[in-house]
């Protein structure tokens, strides 16, 4: 058995509140383009970003909410359910890779690159692109997260929480030895082009 506890999260400190929620959206993002996805993995992966959407912010201001934290908590077991249910690809992938090859801390990284993969792989992947954009209440899925990122305090730049600048060709290539399955083909420009963006903080792009 397991008990979601809203008041044993009042204390959890806001910034790890924040990137463990933006960890969370990640495993609905990448489950809403997974190629074993289905229709009701898909809705609760939309409204797991919803939920968290709307809980984070609220957090960052008013961190003993109880309401917001139960919102939270509800976004993040949805998101977790996604998790178990579907296969991840490329964000996954290169979170793995760089906490592995440079000992970044899990939840930013994830935080960090998380609009750049989905950037990438939103023109192959317009329907899940949409489904998070509309459930954070943006134009654009990619650009409305790193917004997002940005409003609740949290790190945008790889380079701000120690990843070395010459990381950034060891990471493509090693993004590139065994790839996950990923909606869009995995290829080195691009995927270098996304890494350098996400060490500088730069916005994402397709």
């Known amino acids: 058995t397991v008990i979601y506890d ?5 204390s959890l400190p806001v910034a790890t509140s924040v ?10 993002v990448e489950a809403l383009y997974a190629r074993d996805r289905n229709p009701i993995i898909s809705l ?3 409204e797991g970003v ?26 993040a077991w949805l998101c977790g359910v996604c998790l178990g249910a579907a296969g991840m690809a490329l964000h996954h992938k290169l979170c793995h890779t760089l ?69 950034v060709e060891r990471a493509t290539a090693m993004a590139l030895e065994s790839p996950y399955w990923n909606p869009r083909p995995i290829e080195r420009e691009p995927i270098r082009a996304l890494l350098e963006r996400a060490y500088r903080g730069a916005r994402p792009e397709a």
């Open 6 to 10: 809203v008041d044993l999260t009042l």
């Open 19 to 28: 990137t463990s929620g933006i960890n969370a959206i990640a495993h609905a």
């Open 44 to 46: 609760i992966a939309a």
């Open 50 to 75: 919803r939920a968290l959407a709307r809980a984070l912010p609220v957090i960052v201001e008013k961190p003993q909410d109880p309401d917001a934290r139960r919102d939270a908590l509800y976004g």
């Open 99 to 167: 906490g592995g090859a440079f000992d970044l801390p899990h939840a930013e990284t994830h935080t960090i690159v998380l609009p750049h993969a989905l950037a990438y792989n939103a023109p192959a992947a317009p329907e899940a692109a949409a489904a998070v954009a509309a459930a954070i209440g943006a134009e654009d899925a990619a650009q409305g997260l790193y917004d997002l990122i940005g409003r609740l305090g949290a790190p945008r730049a790889l380079s701000d929480i120690g990843m070395p600048e010459d990381g």
